[in-house]
């Protein structure tokens, strides 16, 4: 049956960090005086109560990984980092020209690319220039991304001194054919360095990515993967499939044939393993292909059901305003979306001209931001309801009609003014969203543009 299940519903579909998916985003009604005003509205509404969340993107890395579908810049010239540290300072400098008081920060997280590219010395420059003229929100919270074979504990400390209390770090699979399949060679002895670093600087969240579906895969590299983990028991895991989009541009998708990729059914097989594997160590699953220690703030959020996504992913802090700074970062205000120029140059290029590097966003009508809450509740809570007249959509009944069909399968359960997504019906929890997002309903894109459900 789950076999069938598989079959049926493994589509190409949105993961939904954001509503609408940046394929459907209105060019024509957007431009860079919309978005600042979108911005400076959710900054006067929520800065003194939330506070907001930055994104920081820090592109560089040594070497290129093929199963990467991040925007990063492939160098071994360390001469980039000030150069690049400066432009992302100016250009958090132009924002906050933009508010009329200081900023309370809530939430920092460093991604990449490689954010373990630069020195300690430098990631300290940066935040420490990010917080000089900004307030600290009294339970913030400040992660980054560090990769196992160059996170040092100068890394750990240096950014530990500024307030950071949690790292992940990227293990996608300990097998030897599938590291250097995806070219991501490190032993296990170096996440375990890494994570036992950490926690003797102080962290109180270490996090580890694991992915499922990678080329030459097998149920038992996913087993032994797991067990690894067991040992090192990390506070927080996500455990997601591998997004196979070699069709866009510079993603490092290349090192391997289409044929050298499981199956959909192994796929979730190797999925329903893990999750199982998971549960049975003492792991809680978190929304879509997370999953946490009881101890953790992430499992804590989703029992009092402030659990929140972003194009961070899952977030124990929820901000109604998140500025992504960098090359190729976006940036929320809830009402607009604004994303950066994704080549370097071009992005070096605006900010000399003492302008904002956002190149093409969304600013989100009435229907967006009912539709966004929907999806938003489904991705979190694994349900929604309409019984406030707000949340209620000229498209519903359409959206319900294209759930029956999975309310027969029993993956959801449609009551008089809600849904429930089901145990069995979590695994498809995108599917579900697809049905409430009219964007695509009413333009079906007549090439792929997204990963694989399964």
């Known amino acids: ?16 960090t954001s509503y609408p998916t940046v394929p459907y985003w209105n060019q024509d009604t957007f431009s860079l005086k919309k978005w600042k005003s979108s911005l400076v509205q959710s900054f006067q509404a929520s800065n003194s109560t939330e506070g907001l969340s930055l994104y920081i993107h820090l592109p560089f890395c040594e070497s290129l990984c093929t199963f990467c579908g991040c925007n990063k810049r492939i160098t071994k010239q360390h001469s980039v980092e000030p150069v690049y540290i400066n432009a992302v300072l100016k250009e958090w400098s132009l924002y906050l020209e933009l508010f009329d008081e200081k900023p309370v920060i809530k939430e920092i997280h460093l991604g990449g690319g490689t954010p373990t590219f630069f020195s300690p010395e430098h990631l300290t420059y940066l935040i420490k220039g990010i917080l000089k003229h900004a307030e600290v929100a009294e339970h913030y919270e400040f992660s980054f991304e560090g990769h196992p074979n160059n996170t040092t504990r100068e890394h750990l400390q240096a ?24 070219h991501r060679i490190q032993p296990f002895g170096h996440v375990k360095r890494a994570t036992e670093l950490a926690r003797e600087v102080g962290y109180t969240s270490v996090g580890h990515d694991i992915i499922f579906g990678l080329p030459f895969q097998t149920l038992d590299h996913v087993k032994e993967t797991i067990l690894k983990t067991q040992a090192l028991l990390p506070d927080r895991l996500a455990f997601y499939s591998y997004a196979h989009v070699p069709w866009i541009k510079g993603n490092g998708q290349r090192g ?4 050298d990729l499981p199956s959909a059914e192994l796929k979730r097989e190797q999925y329903q393993l893990g999750k199982q594997l998971l549960t049975d160590i003492g792991y809680h699953e978190i929304g879509m292909d997370h999953f946490a220690l009881p101890t953790d703030t992430l499992y804590k959020s989703m029992i009092s059901g402030e659990l929140h996504r972003n194009f961070m992913g899952y977030t124990s802090s929820k901000t109604q305003a998140m500025i992504g700074l960098g090359v190729s970062s976006i940036s929320d205000s809830w009402y607009g ?4 120029e994704k080549s370097l140059e071009a992005y070096y290029q605006l900010l000399k001209e003492n302008s904002i590097p956002v190149y093409r966003g969304h600013i989100l009508n009435t229907e967006d931001l009912i539709i966004r809450k929907h999806i938003l509740n489904l991705m979190c809570q694994f349900e929604t309801s309409w019984a406030d007249d707000t949340l209620y959509f000229e498209e519903l009944p359409q959206a319900l009609s294209r759930l029956a069909e999975m309310e027969q399968d029993g993956l959801i359960e449609i009551k008089k003014s809600s849904i429930v997504v089901t145990s069995k019906g979590k ?11 009219v964007l695509l309903q009413r333009k079906q894109p007549d090439t792929q543009l997204f990963s694989m459900t399964v």
């Open 427 to 437: 695994p498809f929890v995108r599917n579900v969203c697809m049905a409430f997002d």
């Open 1 to 16: 049956m789950f076999k069938q299940l598989t079959n049926k519903y493994n589509v190409a579909g949105p993961r939904y």
């Open 256 to 259: 391997f044939n289409d044929e």
């Open 159 to 182: 950014l530990y001194n500024v307030g950071f209390r949690r790292v992940s770090y990227g293990v996608q699979d300990y097998n030897e054919t599938v590291q250097k399949a995806i």
């Open 337 to 340: 979306f604004g994303q950066n």
